[in-house]
């Protein structure tokens, strides 16, 4: 196709399995599908919860912050989202009082909402987790037997069915993770604490939250000393002096005062004093993370005096997930649960920790002083190593299965932040293989529940593991090496993908030879990559080699030399070459029904691509049949919701939107973006991709008030978990300008356009056919702007991209 064939503001579609099934040779990864069952679908909206129902963990003194309070209720109140983030000036770390704000703001406003939920939001993971606590809370009957993934869409239609409701996403790492449930749920308000200043949409007011003024901080610090005595003009003076040596710091400020509250026969001045002899030997570091390694040094001696074993839980919290660390985690194999209660009870009394009486939150500043390797010449050297390897061995604990029974949902639910963050903090040179064997584990899940990017931290040390043990060049190494550049295509983060897996496929071809085909699979890994960055040129060339290689070392027939081609034949239909593709199609479903049988999964897909292939050249008449009776070979095959039928069912409905029969394909894609929500999750790629097919659909029928708010959605979603310039990232935000133009909001239509065009440009080249559509679409935009008139006869695209596979080679065990 040239520029001139695309009409202006076509559509590109990036549907996962839309129009060519991906497929893996090899499938490093396993998990359970979750399907939300047909009486919770009816509940949320009959669920009403009780008057105060909330997770909020007890208010704590907020003081100095009036205006701020008010701020965020006029935030709110004006427009439902929100986020409170702090100045640059303290270097993107915490201890400014983002949290104690956002929950005094709660407390004080607690009867103005319906519902108020506390949600983790470091990761989507995370968040997930909180919602799903929340369908415990509402309906504990049915979430005790219900999974995880059904659990957090009842939550989420929960909220979508009810108003008056509140949010409050603590501690955003990434502002786009919250783009699913901002976008989507409308009835209530969302609140964020983040130390981020960027990366909000325009439609989140900010509050930058700076150091408490010192009159606060001395009126803060003397309340949690002397609480209802009046202190003296000298001690006030000394409150002073102090608040000024901890920088007005709210977290620190909060410390001081817990230690000098517990220890009354120490004056303010006296801990001043001591905190000094401590600046020289706790200097490095950025000036928040001096201050608390000061503070700390001082309430850490007193506690190794008084309760060692506090101490010791302490340390092993620092290399934790921050949040929702469960009692049971930090109490020792032969320790007694009362005495890690206890020692519980004293970190929170001095302020160290936040006790739910279950869990325990620890500050993320907190957490990076006590990981920092201490100076040389103290006698605690070792002590954040004992610590981390506490950690190491309580996580490995709770993941041992009991006798007779594997390990549980639940559990890897539970255990998979703090082995993402074991994973993330790991030292170089450092080794267990059963805790390596967990993080593969753990990525396998996350990788299934949609979360790929969550995997990352997790392949990298399983990747940094084998070195060590193996070797650079050992098989399990480099297999683990394919896995991580996998992971990085799938992604989007192509940059680091390519040369990853170019640099494997050289070292497979030297360990193991040419033709081995383990070797196979990972040029075929890079083909795939190839092709995601557009770059045909190399990935046709590529696919067409190893399917030779494939012929000759496994047999024309053998089922992975059946995969290689198709593969190649998808290639060809990616670059619009249906000449060669659709022959290519016919011979492999062929041979599939000969050697895998007529219902085989690979048949299906077989059979589904080249449905597929015929439609896209406008045989409808030979398209629909045959998509129709795979999809019900499918259905009998793998079930309703396996997500091959999904695939399936979305490509029917694809075809007869090609057909202009909108009538059918329309109820049968909410249909499938339903399923795919129940089975997959709400943002795994390929619901996004069905997301996007749908808005798609109501493009094309004019609907566009239902169609733009869909397409806006589905981008978030493309940046959050594909990232920003993944190719389908660019096509979803070129289908959202598409859309602006069509309803002569070019306000926003061009400038989008402008840097997707450019974006295009850099992560396609400049003549991939998406990149030429969305220049199209730009230019076309500016002669309207420009007043020229030009007919407008844009269609949504009914061909989209095949978004490629991650073939990997088996993970070791």
């Known amino acids: 196709m040239t520029t001139d064939d695309i009409a202006a503001g076509q559509q590109i579609e990036a549907s996962g399995e839309r129009a060519i099934a991906a497929e893996r040779i090899r499938d490093a990864y396993t998990g359970d599908v979750h399907v939300l069952p047909t009486e919770a679908l009816q509940a949320p909206d009959k669920v009403t919860a009780a008057p105060g129902t909330s997770n909020l963990p007890p208010a704590t003194l907020c003081l100095g912050r009036d205006e701020e309070l008010s701020q965020v209720r006029r935030i709110l109140a004006g427009g439902g989202e929100g986020a409170i983030t702090q100045s640059g000036a303290v270097h993107g770390l915490g201890g400014i009082g983002k949290s104690t704000l956002a929950l005094r703001y709660a407390h004080r406003h607690r009867s103005d909402y319906t519902l108020i939920w506390w949600i983790n939001a470091a990761s989507p993971d995370e968040i997930e987790t909180s919602l799903t606590e929340l369908t415990t809370a509402l309906v504990p009957d049915w979430a005790a037997s219900a999974q995880r993934g059904a659990q957090l869409s009842w939550a989420k239609q929960w909220l979508a069915w009810h108003r008056d409701w509140l949010l409050i996403y603590d501690n955003v790492e990434d502002p786009a993770d919250l783009a699913p449930y901002t976008g989507a749920l409308h009835r209530g308000h969302h609140l964020a604490t ?84 401590k600046l020289a030997r706790t200097a490095h570091g950025i000036d928040n993370q001096r201050t ?33 660390i469960p009692h049971s985690l930090l109490t020792p194999a032969d320790a007694d649960p009362d005495d890690t209660a206890e020692a519980i009870g004293t970190l929170a009394a001095y302020s160290m920790v936040t006790d739910t009486g279950t869990t325990v939150t620890i500050h993320r500043l907190v957490q990076t002083v006590l990981r920092a390797a201490p100076p040389a010449d103290t006698t605690q050297a070792p002590r954040h190593l004992q610590g981390r390897d506490r950690a190491e061995q309580a996580v490995l604990r709770h993941l041992t299965p009991f006798p007779g029974q594997g390990t549980t949902d639940s559990q890897w639910d539970t ?35 949609g979360h790929t990017a969550r995997t990352i931290p997790l392949l990298e040390a399983t990747l940094a593991q084998s070195k060590e043990a193996l070797g650079d060049t050992h098989p399990d190494t480099l297999i683990s090496r394919n896995n991580l550049a996998s992971a990085y295509s799938k992604v989007g983060d192509l940059g680091r993908a390519i040369p990853l897996l170019e640099a494997t496929v050289v070292q497979f071809e030297q360990v193991l030879g040419e033709t081995h085909p383990d070797t196979l699979t990972s040029r075929s890994n890079l083909a795939g990559a190839y092709e995601s960055v557009g770059d045909l040129g190399r990935a046709i060339p590529l696919l067409e080699a190893t399917v030779v290689q494939f012929e000759q070392v496994l047999g024309d027939s053998h089922p992975d030399t059946l995969t290689s081609r198709n593969n190649l034949a998808s290639a060809f ?16 479903l062929a041979q599939r029904e000969q050697v895998l049988g007529d219902s085989h999964p690979d048949t299906l897909t077989s059979r589904n691509n080249l449905a597929s292939a015929y439609s896209k050249v406008g045989d409808l008449g030979r398209a629909i049949p045959l998509l129709e009776t795979t999809l019900a070979q499918s259905e009998q095959v793998l079930g309703e919701t396996h997500p091959h039928t999904l695939a399936s069912r979305n490509n029917l409905a694809g075809a007869y939107e090609s057909a202009g029969d909108l009538g059918r394909a329309i109820p049968l894609l909410e249909a499938t973006l339903a399923q795919y929500e129940q089975v997959l999750g709400d943002s795994h790629p390929d619901t996004l991709a069905s997301r996007n097919n749908l808005a798609s659909a109501f493009y094309t029928v004019g609907d566009l008030g239902r169609a733009i708010p869909l397409y806006e959605v589905t981008l978030a979603q493309y940046e959050q978990v594909l990232g920003e310039t993944h190719p389908h990232t660019l096509a979803s935000r070129n289908n959202l300008a598409s859309a602006y133009s069509k309803v002569g909001d070019l306000g926003r239509a061009i400038p989008l356009l402008e840097a997707t065009v450019v974006q295009f440009e850099q992560v396609l080249g400049a003549t991939h056919p998406d990149t030429l559509t969305s220049r199209n679409n730009l230019a076309h935009a500016r002669r309207v702007s420009a007043a020229v008139q030009q007919p407008d006869t844009a269609t949504p695209a009914t061909a989209p991209d095949r978004q490629p596979s991650s073939d990997t080679p088996e993970q070791p065990v």
């Open 573 to 588: 239909y990616t670059v619009g070459d249906l000449g060669r593709a659709i022959p290519l199609l016919e011979a492999t």
């Open 292 to 324: 608390i390694a000061r503070v700390w040094n001082v309430t850490l001696q007193t506690l190794e005096v008084e309760h060692p074993l506090a101490v010791d839980l302490l340390h092993t919290a620092a290399w934790l997930a921050p949040d929702d």
């Open 415 to 449: 255990l998979t932040p703090h082995l993402v963050t074991l994973a993330a903090t790991a030292a170089p040179g450092h080794h267990n293989v059963r805790l390596t064997n967990a993080y593969a584990t753990a990525a396998n899940r996350l990788h299934h529940q």
């Open 194 to 277: 983040s130390r981020r200043t960027t990366g909000w949409p325009d439609s989140a007011a900010t509050l930058c939250l700076g150091n408490l003024d010192p009159d606060d901080a001395t009126t803060l610090l003397c309340d949690l000393v002397f609480r209802d005595i009046q202190p003296t003009p000298q001690q006030k003076v000394h409150a002073r002096a102090l608040v000024a040596d901890l920088g007005c710091l709210p977290l620190a400020v909060k410390q001081a005062g817990a230690y000098l509250a517990q220890n009354r026969g120490v004056s303010m001045d006296a801990y001043r004093r001591r905190l000094g002899t």
